[in-house]
């Protein structure tokens, strides 16, 4: 692997170009990510002749592009095509999802995959490939961790992540996006003490630092992130040489907390980056004009229709098993899914060792979910709650275990096929994956139809059911 440029010891150089063209349409932004990398010197500048280059986008989730939470598929094809007109022998979009879901089903659904096959390029799908275990050394916080072959075979890294907020940092954003190369099964067990988690990922950055960051700021996201942001039209695309910096001044941008994103701070004591934003330049659209106040995402358990309690533990339940389940609950709020579950009653959802004096009339009042192993025995081993173990708990198990143990597996999955499958569509229609994709999908307008239809009728009859019992009650 030859070591990614660093970029300038003393200045991190941010290049910001703007698209008019709301429907994002290709040639559109094509020009506007290459006037975007050219205010760094071109893509030239980065990739050379017969090198291997990987994009990294961030999917983490089935949302398209223009929902606010993942890269834009056609930002990937400009850069794809960027990177081989400079001359790399192979480019790849490389990829892990989030715990609930299949990278290679996620990127299908987003019309990544689509896009792949559009501009002609490879796919890995790093929870699929052979993995090794690297040591970083001694003096590492995180000496040895499992690492994807694939990363030690690339040249250059463009890190390429969606502009949208986080409820735990200000911004889900380049450094952020690198936790995509941890190993799913070791990435959680760093959640369990939460710096690992951290230090981990700078330390991924350190190794394959991204040599070009492309932020996707056109369909940017506030609000609920990283998984349920609410879009709004930005219509930018932020370049940088430097990932730290680039998360910064996309931070400034949003009128948020800058100077409290702890994975950039993390990844500059790595020596990744440059956090001071009197030591980025700014060049092409100037900086006051990119500007917009963004609502940032509210990390209270309040905002929910159900009863939360959260103790103390290990610092995985909070960052850890009640980060995951907030990520989940944000899209059930977002989607009116809280409706179902409240269907038998009030619901209790008690994470950690935490004291709950009204415990016997809560079990009362609708089904009571107790998570993580650190929870007080005296709660999670009574037969009358439901319990799911782990520490943390993934979020595939929140979503599968959990809803199926609260009696409501019968009615989720296939409103979780249907609602999969409604994305795709809707996506391969608007010609997010490329125009190949857009024009297979109409002439198989049909079929598609047909099997949304065929998913949703068990869906329907259910729900009819129920407000015909409701009525008779």
């Given at each position: ?428 229609i608007s010609g997010v994956a490329g125009g190949k994709a857009q024009k297979n999908t109409l ?31």
């Open positions: 692997m030859t070591p990614a440029p660093t970029g300038s010891t003393n200045k991190a150089i941010i290049g910001i170009a703007k698209i008019y063209d709301r429907s994002m349409h290709q040639d559109s932004v094509d020009r506007a990510v290459k006037e975007a990398v050219d205010h760094l010197g071109g893509i030239e500048q980065f990739v050379k002749k017969g090198q291997i280059v990987a994009l990294k986008p961030n999917q983490t989730l089935f949302k398209l592009d223009t929902d606010g939470s993942t890269t834009s598929p056609r930002m990937l094809i400009s850069l794809a095509r960027m990177c081989k007109d400079a001359g790399a022998r192979e480019v790849w979009i490389i990829e892990a999802a989030g715990h609930a879901q299949s990278t290679r089903m996620v990127m299908g659904i987003t019309g990544v995959t689509a896009a792949a096959k559009e501009a002609d390029v490879h796919v890995a799908y790093l929870e699929e490939v052979a993995h090794k275990v690297v040591d970083f050394g001694e003096d590492a916080p995180v000496r040895y961790m499992p690492v994807a072959d694939i990363l030690d075979r690339i040249d250059v890294f463009i890190d390429c992540p969606k502009a949208k907020t986080h409820f735990v940092d200000p911004i889900s954003g380049a450094c952020k996006n690198w936790v995509g190369l941890m190993q799913m099964s070791f990435r959680l067990s760093t959640q369990k003490d939460v710096d690992p988690y951290y230090q981990g990922t700078a330390q991924l950055l350190k190794r394959y630092r991204p040599a070009l960051t492309v932020f996707d700021g056109m369909v940017a996201g506030e609000g609920q992130g990283p998984g349920s942001n609410d879009p709004f039209w930005w219509g930018f695309i932020i370049a940088a040489d430097d990932p730290v910096a680039a998360d910064v001044t996309v931070a400034r941008l949003f009128s948020l907390d800058w100077w409290n994103i702890r994975m950039a701070r993390e990844a500059e004591k790595m020596g990744v980056g440059i956090y001071d934003p009197d030591k980025t330049e700014i060049r092409g659209v100037p900086f006051e004009d990119a500007v917009v106040r963004v609502r940032p995402a509210d990390p209270s358990v309040h905002r929910y229709p159900v009863r939360v309690l959260v103790g103390s533990g290990s610092g995985g339940v909070i960052e850890g098993t009640l980060g995951h389940w907030k990520t989940i609950a944000d899209a059930w709020l977002a989607n009116d899914v809280w409706k179902m579950f409240l269907v038998r009653g009030k619901p209790t959802f008690m994470f950690g060792a935490v004291e709950d004096p009204l415990f016997e009339e809560h079990l009362k009042e609708g089904p009571y979910v107790v998570l993580d192993d650190s929870a007080l025995d005296k709660y999670k081993y009574d037969p009358r709650v439901i319990f799911i173990p782990g520490s943390p708990v993934p979020q595939s198990y929140i979503q599968h275990e959990m809803v199926e143990k609260m009696g409501f597996g019968m009615l989720y999955e296939p409103g979780m096929k249907l609602y999969q499958t409604g994305a795709a569509l809707k996506g391969r002439l198989k307008g049909i079929a598609a139809t047909t099997a949304v239809a065929a998913v949703a009728l068990p869906v329907i009859t259910y729900l009819r059911g129920r407000e015909n019992d409701e009525e008779k009650e």
